[in-house]
């Protein structure tokens, strides 16, 4: 708690386990992902505010850096960028993902590394059933066009997307010269998204199988089974 000076810590609680009927395993594995390569990136200092809460709340964090990611498609997908952007997918229980906005849309460095985390790979779905944060930062005034996007993106990846979620607008104001965030209700609200994050994580992860396991699958997987049946006999 000691790297968290906008904290009242008698007000900051980790989530608890036995509330959420969740296991007592190991730390959640959180991966986050920033949409911006400038040398001093907000959504980057945002990110890493949260990952301080999250390790703060028990989890484990990996923080994934864009630079030298190739555009989709540009580069086989054994880029050594790309093979460590889907480990890190595959490794994670939960995801926190914060674009800026730009041009009232996320940016294409943040939607570059959605698209190169497929939907499928090698018989496992790195997404489906993990949990997501959405965050943007703003230049300017207040908007959630980028968090609306991300949101459809989460859907899209069959993950539990929060209902919560963080935009920080004039976000080169909310940033001191240590590159920490100044106390405020935006701050707070990063708080209470991470939080949230946690308490879903726990209450998911041990039920991922069941809740994502759906007829239409079982039907092809019978199907598949029934096949090389019939093959093996003929």
Not at 51 to 77: K, V
Not at 212 to 234: F, G, I, L, P
Request: glycine share 6%; charged share 25%; with cysteine.
């Amino acid at each position: 708690m000691n790297d968290l000076p906008n904290v009242q810590t008698e007000l900051f609680h980790i989530p608890d386990r036995r509330q959420l009927g969740a296991a007592d395993s190991h730390p959640p594995r959180i991966l986050l992902l920033y949409g911006s390569l400038r040398e001093r990136s907000f959504s980057r200092l945002a990110v890493e505010e949260a990952a301080r809460l999250l390790e703060a709340m028990g989890a484990e964090t990996r923080i994934f850096d864009p630079r030298g990611l190739p555009l989709p498609d540009a580069e086989p997908a054994d880029h050594p960028k790309v093979a460590e952007l889907r480990d890190l997918a595959q490794w994670s229980e939960g995801m926190v993902w914060c674009s800026p906005e730009r041009h009232g849309a996320m940016t294409g460095i943040m939607k570059a590394q959605i698209d190169w985390i497929p939907l499928a790979l090698g018989g496992v779905r790195p997404t489906q059933g993990k949990t997501l944060a959405v965050m943007q930062v703003c230049g300017g005034s207040q908007s959630f066009n980028a968090v609306n996007q991300l949101r459809v993106l989460g859907r899209w990846m069959r993950m539990v997307t929060i209902p919560n979620q963080s935009s920080v607008p004039k976000a080169f104001l909310e940033f001191d010269d240590h590159d920490r965030m100044k106390p405020s209700p935006f701050y707070d609200r990063i708080v209470d998204v991470m939080e949230e994050l946690m308490k879903f994580t726990l209450l998911v992860r041990d039920r991922s199988d069941y809740l994502t396991d759906r007829y239409s699958e079982r039907k092809e997987s019978a199907a598949e089974v029934s096949a090389r049946v019939n093959q093996r006999a003929m």
